[in-house]
C-alpha cells in the first residue's frame, strides 16, 4: 500500500469506485475529468489516493486506488495569517474496509497539515463516526450547519 497524490491515471483505476462507498459520483469519465482539471488549479486543494499493488488482472499485477482523502487549507486573517485545513471525502473502497488504509490517510493528512504549517484541522462526520476520530486526537468542537440549494 502507497500513498500519492491524486491523478488523472487514478480515475480510471477504482478512484471513482472507491468514492462510492461515501456517495455515487454519477460522473461519466469526461466529467470527472473536467472536475479533477479545475481541482488541479487551485493548489490548496490536496487529494491523496491510496494504492494497493495486489489487484491481479490476468496475470499482471496493477496498481489500483483503493482509499482517497482530500485536505484543503485555507489562510485565515485570524491567528496571524496561519493557515487552517478541513479534511474532506474520505472513503476506503468497501471491499478494503478494516485492513487500516484509512488510518494510514488521515495520519497522512495531518502529517501534511503538520509540514503546511497549519494550526488546526477540522472536519464533519457523521456521529457512528465520531469514536473513528477521537482515535486519531480529535474531538468534538462545533455543530456543523448546511443549507442545500
Ligand atoms: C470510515 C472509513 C474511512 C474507515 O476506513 P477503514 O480503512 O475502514 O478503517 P481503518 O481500518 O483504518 O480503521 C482504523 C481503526 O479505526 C477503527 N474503526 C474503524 N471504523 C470505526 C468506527 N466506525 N468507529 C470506531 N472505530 C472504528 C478500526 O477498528 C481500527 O482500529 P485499530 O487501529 O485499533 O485496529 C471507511 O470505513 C469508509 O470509507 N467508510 C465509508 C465512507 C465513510 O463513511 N467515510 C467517512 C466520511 S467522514
Redesign the pocket.
Known amino acids: 500500500m502507497e500513498i500519492q497524490k491524486l491523478d488523472s491515471n487514478h480515475l480510471r483505476s477504482g478512484f471513482l469506485e472507491t468514492l462510492a462507498?461515501?456517495a455515487e459520483t454519477n460522473l461519466t469519465f469526461d466529467q470527472a475529468y473536467t472536475v479533477f482539471y479545475d481541482r488541479s488549479l487551485c493548489p490548496n486543494i490536496h487529494t491523496f489516493v491510496a494504492i494497493s499493488h495486489n489487484i491481479v488482472c490476468g496475470d499482471v499485477k496493477v496498481p489500483n486506488v483503493v482509499?482517497t482523502a482530500t485536505l484543503i487549507t485555507e489562510r485565515k486573517f485570524l491567528h496571524g495569517g496561519k493557515r487552517a485545513a478541513h479534511i474532506e471525502d474520505?472513503?476506503?473502497h468497501q471491499d478494503w474496509?478494516?485492513?487500516?488504509?484509512?488510518?494510514e490517510l488521515i495520519e497522512h493528512l495531518l502529517q501534511q497539515a503538520r509540514v503546511l504549517g497549519c494550526y488546526k484541522v477540522v472536519l464533519h462526520?457523521?456521529p457512528?463516526?465520531i469514536?473513528?476520530y477521537n482515535?486519531f486526537g480529535f474531538r468534538e468542537w462545533a455543530e456543523g450547519m448546511r443549507i442545500d440549494f
Request: glycine share 20%.
Open positions: 462507498s461515501l482509499g474520505v472513503a476506503v474496509q478494516g485492513q487500516g488504509i484509512g488510518k462526520c457523521k457512528e463516526l469514536p473513528y482515535k
